[in-house]
């Protein structure tokens, strides 16, 4: 009788746990899975593509799945433990430091910078033209793309030397235009830094881990977890250059290296649409054109079947990744490869626009 009445109340549990999963149109992780593999299938068809990892949630599941080899030739597949270059994908993690810095009543968006870094920036953000902080989120404050076009090579890079040359740079015609800068990034993790007086790496990590679980995120990495790192691939099937020495600069604009596991606690964070710096983060603070816009980083595009989304594209000279998060369907995509080449970002988008689809039909 005892036996008889744990089944039965087993059989009533898992009954239960089926139908919630189904009025909250949440997929089994086995269904997560398939959308998975039939589109990492159809990417490593291409011989240009050495492995990928892919991280999906959806409602309360989320799935992980590595293919291919790391190394050519070794049999080496990717695990939840190998650290991954996520380039700019770096950017939206700088944005959401800065989202919290701004429901915290530490930064303001439309403050002149030099507020809170003691006017180091006197030259290049005056009274009349200022840098913001929404102008740095959104690429609109007339910034180079990276420090090269401000005379610095990897020999004469410091932090000293990159924050003087800014401080003279003329900004020019793109004031108030959408510019891509990684420079302007750099200059809101030295902002950061200053606001709360710490290193930037410490503030990444201790904010990460706190907020969502994510203790394998960092911009510098040490001998112990280089074993888990994810040497890339270049255009010519070569072994690519890996940014794993000392950031020079802070890294906030996309030097971070994580892991696919840390990438899901980091999604999930993200579909988080009751918390504060997450609203925040998602805000858009510029419109760039068509039905795109600028929030903390992330570009905000709006679609009539799959609402307002969040997305971004990172890419050096040995990784590629895109992550997507899609709050109307509380469903996020991370897409990774150690394979770089022109065509790569965009067969990786298909890949997670595919499992999208394959979801939310």
Do not use: C
């Amino acid at each position: 009788m005892v036996q008889r009445f744990i089944f039965s109340l087993i059989l009533l549990l898992t009954l239960s746990a089926q139908i919630e999963a189904k009025s909250n149109n949440t997929p089994a992780k086995d269904v997560i899975s398939k959308a998975i593999k039939i589109q990492a299938d159809k990417l490593l068809q291409d011989a240009r593509f050495s492995s990928v990892s892919i991280g999906v949630v959806k409602n309360t599941q989320s799935a992980i799945e590595h293919y291919g080899e790391l190394t050519k030739t070794k049999g080496n597949k990717p695990t939840d433990n190998t650290l991954y270059e996520i380039a700019s994908v770096s950017k939206t993690m700088t944005g959401l430091m800065t989202a919290y810095a701004v429901t915290d009543g530490k930064l303001s968006l439309d403050d002149n910078i030099n507020v809170y870094i003691n006017n180091a920036m006197a030259q290049l953000s005056t009274n009349k033209k200022p840098v913001t902080i929404r102008g740095l989120l959104t690429h609109t404050s007339g910034l180079p793309r990276s420090y090269a076009e401000l005379g610095l090579t990897n020999k004469t890079l410091t932090r000293d030397a990159f924050l003087n040359a800014l401080n003279q740079f003329e900004r020019g015609k793109n004031i108030g235009r959408y510019s891509y800068s990684s420079a302007g990034t750099e200059l809101l993790s030295f902002i950061l830094e200053t606001v709360y007086q710490m290193p930037f790496d410490t503030l990444l990590k201790q904010v990460l881990s706190a907020k969502a679980g994510m203790y394998n995120t960092m911009v510098n990495i040490d001998g112990e977890q280089l074993e888990n790192f994810a040497f890339g691939y270049n255009e010519k099937g070569e072994i690519a250059r890996a940014y794993i020495e000392p950031n020079v600069l802070w890294g906030g604009g996309g030097h971070v290296k994580s892991t696919m596991s840390d990438l899901v606690q980091y999604m999930k964070l993200q579909l988080q649409q009751k918390n504060p710096a997450i609203t925040e983060s998602h805000k858009k603070l510029f419109h760039v054109a068509g039905t795109d816009s600028m929030a903390y980083f992330w570009i905000a595009s709006d679609d009539k079947k799959l609402g307002t989304y969040y997305i971004l594209h990172g890419g050096l000279k040995g990784t590629q990744n895109w992550m997507m998060i899609f709050p109307k369907f509380n469903l996020a995509v991370s897409v990774i490869t150690n394979s770089s080449f022109p065509q790569a970002a965009g067969l990786l988008r298909a890949v997670g626009m595919g499992i999208v689809k394959d979801l939310t039909i």
